[in-house]
């Protein structure tokens, strides 16, 4: 029984869960092991060492935690901080509301700073925030680095600036999940406090482990946090990190050895070569959404996300009718509009391991779609306009020079 | 990179997680997917209808979390609790201790039943506890039916019975991880409110997924119980499944066609017949440790596991080295004593895909390793034993009558 | 190890071997079996019905040799004629030309029709020959369905006709090796006597397993064929069909599986379709190579391959460079032109499990690597030609309907 | 569609296919690939420059033909000799016969020397005709190594022997099917002309790749053999190794990538510890068998084989219904007794990647299948005899230490 199954490749272009690359999916192709063997921990070393390279911190303890984004972001909040405490939050997008969401469950009195979706975080507001915050009632800063719905990355070097103009001593707590190891992330540089992502993003996994990294303030916040945590606490794999065995309870051994191919394979590639295809994808997909004459949802450049494009369609085409013409005719899959973009926007992601021609194939796709829904799009303009950076952009493959 | 690699198979026999059969481990071989796409909706529905069969309910409600057991066991409390709520919990041993932990850190009033490791729960002080508890001051009886660290099984329908001599409203919530779908459960014939499972243990899968049954009762506590939670809060769910998504944050696609494929060889041989298969291969283990003379952890019959044998080593043999040579010589995973058994015991897990020539090559491995540490076992002892008893109850293989 | 390598997906243009769909891959993805159990039997008993349908037959005999395309010609010719026999065969390419020579050697006496590469067959010196050969002396016509190396598909019906007029007695080989279940073909209509396939052309699978059919006038020749044959002799397979064992020495498990699987694929998307399929993406091809102002090698319509394009570039152009540069640059792997169009010609294979927007990925890389190698190309010319064909004739996926 | 699937592991015990380890079957787990890239070249030259290895020569040329045993026997012979050339064959088991039947089919003058089955080669009579032939017109020895119809190994050394006691030229032809990586074999020690293998054997690879090395003198041969061949004609392989692009027709590139795998992991352990691990396999099966009171089909101790061990039945048992009930009941795979022993002998295989508890467990399955069929075994005796044996003699796994 394949539910999914059509002649040739589904072309997958939601921004998560991404493609796998072939050498991981073999490298999940196995039997369970017994994770108490000598075996799992040396592994499981190998890779608390690596991960902390994609966040670029040489100072945080990394957790691999079974669970989603959104268990991630639990234990970002519930490790560090107590209910009741303030934080300033960003709301920009769907995920940023989630987040939000999550965050006043848990009991925080959440400050939220909310920008018009399609815009980034307010960083004025925060400023001044911070400023009048002389008695540092805020406890936290928490923002998500690139907003999955709209395609709208923020600036984190400048959050930390401004915390900093105001020597502030809130925690700066970043949702990385489309953003980390896509996107220039910088966890040390940046000081960032607690950052984390999800498998099944840039990393190009399967879903069902959150990454999460906590520097030494969030770490040594843990211990007067009072927030009620049991399976997202830190301190559990704290405990068994000094046993050399790793893991207060069972992880998934296929994903270990995905994760260890995974990061083998970009590492092999080079984080940077990453990043920076991830930049030639970006601008490629807006270049072509210009040229079909469509809007970013994304307001400013500035913003623009090289991991997601929210395009903006006519206001007598409904987006979502996209997305289906595009499972049920082409095999495509693209990103929803969600919550107030529904039906307004759809959403090509481009992250994780793709290349170019995988791209222009989604490129034509969506040109097809929108002239089968009535849009009077110039076929092959996109295209066109993609090849034209990406001829004079793309370089050899390393490995085959 | 395979750390675990050595000439042939290995040789799994831990209590989870345990063997993937083939089919699974081909069915989870696959690419990401978009979870938004009509196809996967189709896929979960299927997969709510069909779990439920393994727990024997019909009136309860499935929750397919991405977590373990911990997490799976932190839902169905603070679901269906309050913090300082009072609870009846049984120590029997390193799973249960770690669920009370759990119960304890997440700010129950946990009234601790005591019982030696090697006894089942002691049902009599319940008895006495409900009896006395005429105010109903007691919220909730949580109790593992198998408890993993010692291979002892506790009697449900008993438990069940006692609440209702008390005519007693406390839930009842039953860790069935290393039960489940091995050993006989009948949530709705005995009333659990909570049950639950991990994908790791008799499922066959790989970790990753906690999967919860809440009867009605307990999804009728959830309205009133104040526990904080967001990423295990069933409420969530509950909403997607009314829209026909039914998914809060994304699951694993690998793990949806795994379980989908899991039940359908567990239905294809029959769920009877994989308990009948359990009972003969935890027979046929008790067998061989009384041939060898050595004594069962578990200190009566009426306790026995089919799912997992504590074996108690004598005084003068650490039981790791018995763990260590079977990993080192054999490319044998026995599990470990744990905790207050550590030392004394080791431990075979019979739970899974498993079949009898695949056990009797782990007894044999025992018996060499046995030798080599120094116990004057009969070589060929325990597999007589073991063979006496199978070769008169194996059945054959239905599909190749 | 993995020599192939780079970020996202192989794209894999080349006529063969073709990309393997997903469900073929995990098919496959298993351990021996002993293929003396009733199990392998079963299934091949299923794989030999089956595969009749593909070739359009109910009254030929399939064979399933673990061997390549070579080796099914080889079959084909050692078990129907002599050494000495006269067989007529058609030079019109690359592979026409490797199994004269294989004819050759295995001491036919081959009259050789030969056409300039490009063309089709020249079916009027067939029926001149046939005219004049009263006598008979012809044993067999050897004709390749489809050319791989030029892309040209002979007229199969035509041939048939011609004998027909003649009532010549000739057996009437066909290599369909790029052609079977990919293009309109026929054995019973035609009275093809002997037609042959290879298992990683159309059928999708791994290279490995030569399918040849036989026809009852074929059979009848075996009596008579006085070629030394032992690994290729069908009656050594015939004689295990009839104790229904069916293998004279030891099959590919993993391919047999994966047979099963491609033949469920292909009869549940529906022969026809495949085919349908296959002259969508063939037409789509040609259009872009109009668009990008470039010759078709294939010189007549009547001709054109609906599996490959085999792309004519300008003098000043070596097309070897661009395979060079599809592989280091955009990791797209096309064909090369062989022989007498080495450096001439440039091959996209469009046949096996594919879509439309793995093509149209194609054809953009394609563009991107002409601009790389000097030729004035428009980019997106090709793919806006193709997308504005293939957009007008693009069914929906039926089972998404 | 499964047809093999039932609880639990199957037990391959048949002499070949055999089981393949975990991480071939990842490495096998791919999509096709382009064969005329770089890459796959790059990957061929290590494979043809370590093959050489297992068979222990540094002056042959190795061959890998898509093809079984069977198409590698009939490489040996058309390369090497001409039609009418008269050979020495020794027939002792259904192996040797079905090479004779080749032999005779290919035309040649088969001079066969007969053994019971059961009993090695008759290297006497061997001697007798070489001292006879002083004309030099016996062409070529033809011999099995391993006849895996009986289990009897012939000994090779001993031949090298009488054909140097006699200086005769005659080519030594060893078909080494299921002794090549398993036994001890020593192609240049030895003057092996030309020694073949299969994937599915020793190799632990699926079936479709026959692997055969010619010596110098052998390739010679090749100049004046005047058989027809064209499939398999060495010529055209070493066309293309002179070109550097290896292959004259299609490979297999996912058993290309497979061999790779097998390789490296015979080389982690080590070729002459796979040997030995043979050697304990096959001793411990012998003491099993003893230990029940059966006889070995090898009739003396010199000839027993450590990869298969063919077991004798008393007269009142039918040996095909071991077997039977080996599949129906305990998921083993045993092998059948074949021609002349058929009904009379089943067959353990012990070869390729294989560990002591993977055959502990299909001896106590033996057992219990002798007690079912009303042999008087005492269940256990096997077992205690080959755990008695192998507790003292299995060395820790090196990589485990």
Redesign the interface.
């Known amino acids: 029984?394949?539910?999914?199954?059509?002649?040739?490749?589904?072309?997958?272009f939601?921004p998560?869960?991404?493609?796998?690359?072939?050498?991981v999916?073999?490298?999940?192709?196995?039997?369970?092991?017994?994770?108490?063997?000598?075996?799992?921990p040396?592994?499981t070393k190998t890779l608390l060492e690596d991960v902390k390279k994609i966040f670029k911190t040489t100072t945080a303890t990394p957790f691999l935690i079974?669970?989603?984004?959104?268990?991630a972001?639990?234990s970002a909040l519930t490790n560090t901080l107590s209910?009741g405490d303030r934080i300033v939050s960003f709301l920009i997008g769907q995920f940023s509301l989630l987040w939000i969401?999550?965050q006043q469950?848990?009991?925080f009195n959440v400050d939220v700073v909310e920008s018009e979706w399609g815009q980034g975080a307010n960083l004025d507001i925060l400023a001044s925030k911070l400023a009048a915050d002389t008695a540092h009632t805020i406890k936290a800063v928490c923002i998500v680095h690139n907003e999955t719905a709209t395609g709208v990355t923020n600036n984190l070097a400048k959050v930390r600036r401004i915390l900093d103009d105001y020597s502030h001593p809130a925690l700066f707590l970043v949702d990385g999940v489309s953003s980390i190891c896509a996107l220039d992330f910088r966890m040390d540089e940046w000081g960032v406090d607690v950052a984390l992502t999800?498998s099944?993003k840039a990393l190009s996994l399967?879903?069902?482990m959150g990454i999460v990294c906590a520097g030494p303030k969030a770490l040594e916040a843990t211990k007067t946090a009072k927030?009620?945590?049991?399976?997202?606490?830190w301190n559990d794999y704290l405990k068994f990190y000094k046993l050399g065995t790793y893991w207060?309870?069972?992880?998934?051994?296929?994903?270990l050895y995905g994760l260890?191919t995974a990061l083998d394979?970009i590492f092999?590639?080079g984080l940077d070569n990453?990043i920076a295809?991830h930049s030639r994808l970006g601008k490629a997909t807006r270049l072509a959404v210009e040229a079909w004459g469509l809007k970013n949802c994304t307001q400013k450049e500035e913003w623009f996300s090289d991991t997601v494009t929210a395009v903006v369609v006519p206001p007598y085409i409904d987006s979502s009718e996209i997305v289906r013409r595009g499972?049920?005719?082409?095999?495509?899959?693209l990103g929803?509009g969600l919550n107030k973009v529904a039906g307004k926007v759809f959403r090509i992601g481009h992250l994780g391991?793709?290349?170019?021609?995988?791209?222009?194939?989604?490129l034509?796709?969506v040109?097809?779609i929108l002239?089968?829904v009535g849009y009077p799009v110039?076929?092959?303009?996109g295209?066109?306009?993609?090849?034209?950076y990406?001829?004079n952009n793309?370089?050899?493959?390393p490995?085959?020079?």
């Open positions: 029984m394949d539910y999914v199954y059509g002649p040739g490749r589904n072309h997958l939601v998560g869960p991404v493609n796998i690359p072939e050498p999916i073999r490298a999940m192709n196995r039997n369970n092991e017994d994770y108490r063997s000598p075996a799992v040396a592994l079974p669970t989603t984004g959104t268990g972001w639990e209910p969401d999550q469950r848990l009991g999800g099944q399967p879903t069902g927030s009620v945590r049991v399976f997202f606490d207060p309870y069972t992880p998934s051994i296929q994903l260890r394979l092999e590639e990453v295809r499972w049920k005719r082409y095999n495509l899959s929803l391991n793709l290349n170019e021609l995988q791209l222009l194939g989604c034509a796709g040109e097809m002239k089968d110039k076929l092959g303009s295209v066109a306009a993609a090849c034209a990406l001829q793309t370089p050899l493959i490995s085959r020079i």
